[in-house]
């Protein structure tokens, strides 16, 4: 296994990163515990069998765009033969509530605990992508989850934008919740992520995020974005919201991608659109068409999503039928799309996105 650090100075080497000094200054974190991970197991006791030192993981929080995640998917793809695994927190979420359901199915009284048990047996390590909790059944359940999982020896590494005391804020009974901040905090390092520097934002500065009419080369545009903004191949992203499943169809380090006919041909509302805008940093948004009293459900629901996306600071980038302000020229709701209208300009802006409102 090549430490971090290495790693890092030969990408700079190669011309691959830019140095950044916050970027550096959470590398020993990522040593230390690919150093407690490569100890031998230790042998407690004369009868007893030989077991790995639990290892301290690593809460690594701060703004989006700062290399989180890229510094996460540099260590995990460091990890040789030791048993990990990477994966989007929500994803994770997702398995975890479908192997209770099973384990409900089979008569287990506790269902979390064979579950717990069957991801401790697979891995020594877990690291999470975009940690944040939007859903009470996830907050209901992951206390009891990890203890299960540190108790076991797993490590944990997560990014996320959030210190962990805003973690699922004024979330419903979020008092049942608290203990998992303490949990966090007693068997993971809290790091913050100081940078000026949003290299996510700086990759779309200057560059077209609207892309009008729809042709082969808005197309083409769009594949070119999505490519380098995603890094690597996609996964479906499914929300809780309220008992229902909001699907994502592609995923990757905070950006998502979807049809118009994915987020608003489809039954949804604001809550859903409001979790979307919660779980992502961009949405690549494709084939937005003209919009008429012929569709003007889908026109209200694009309207609540764009506001969603809008007061989230969300960076948007589409391809539609036509310019913002001759998408919606007939029908009700014209006169109130015209600030939908004003917004989509906005959030062409090269700085969009770039600060929190």
């Not at 020993?28 to 639990?54: C, N, Q, S």
């Not at 975890?96 to 069957?118: F, T, W």
């Not at 490590?155 to 608290?178: A, E």
């Amino acid at each position: 296994m090549t430490h971090l650090t290495t790693l890092y100075r030969q990408k700079i080497d190669a011309g691959e990163l830019t140095p950044d000094p916050a970027q550096e200054a959470v590398l020993p974190h990522f040593d230390r515990i690919a150093e407690g991970l490569m100890a031998p197991p230790v042998k407690r006791g004369f009868f007893r069998k030989t077991e790995y030192e639990p290892v301290q993981g690593l809460y690594l929080w701060g703004g989006v765009g700062r290399g989180k995640s890229m510094l996460m998917d540099l260590f995990a793809g460091s990890l040789d033969g030791i048993p990990s695994r990477r994966v989007h927190f929500h994803a994770f979420m997702q398995e975890i509530h479908a192997k209770l359901h099973e384990a409900r199915q089979q008569g287990a009284e506790d269902a979390l605990a064979p579950a717990a048990a069957e991801v401790a047996e697979s891995v020594r390590l877990l690291a999470f992508d975009e940690m944040q909790i939007i859903d009470i059944t996830d907050a209901m359940i992951v206390g009891r989850l990890f203890e299960a999982l540190f108790s076991a020896g797993v490590t944990v590494i997560t990014t996320s934008n959030r210190v962990p005391d805003d973690l699922y804020k004024n979330g419903l009974n979020r008092q049942l919740f608290l203990p998992f901040i303490d949990l966090i905090k007693d068997h993971m390092a809290v790091h913050e992520m100081v940078s000026p520097t949003d290299y996510r934002q700086h990759r779309l500065t200057g560059a077209q995020v609207y892309f009008a009419p729809v042709d082969a080369e808005a197309r083409a545009q769009i594949r070119a974005i999505w490519a380098d903004l995603s890094g690597g191949p996609a996964q479906p992203l499914t929300l809780k919201v309220k008992g229902r499943d909001v699907t994502l169809p592609a995923f990757r380090n905070g950006v998502a991608r979807a049809s118009f006919y994915d987020l608003c041909g489809k039954m949804l509302g604001p809550g859903d659109y409001l979790a979307i805008a919660e779980a992502v940093k961009v949405l690549v948004l494709e084939d937005i068409p003209r919009l008429s009293r012929n569709n003007f459900n889908e026109a209200r629901r694009f309207v609540t999503l764009i506001d969603a996306l809008y007061e989230a600071r969300v960076r948007l980038i589409c391809s539609a039928a036509a310019q913002p302000e001759m998408l919606y020229v007939e029908g009700e709701g014209t006169f109130e799309f015209e600030r939908t209208a004003s917004r989509l300009r906005e959030m062409q802006d090269k700085d969009w996105g770039a600060a929190a409102p």
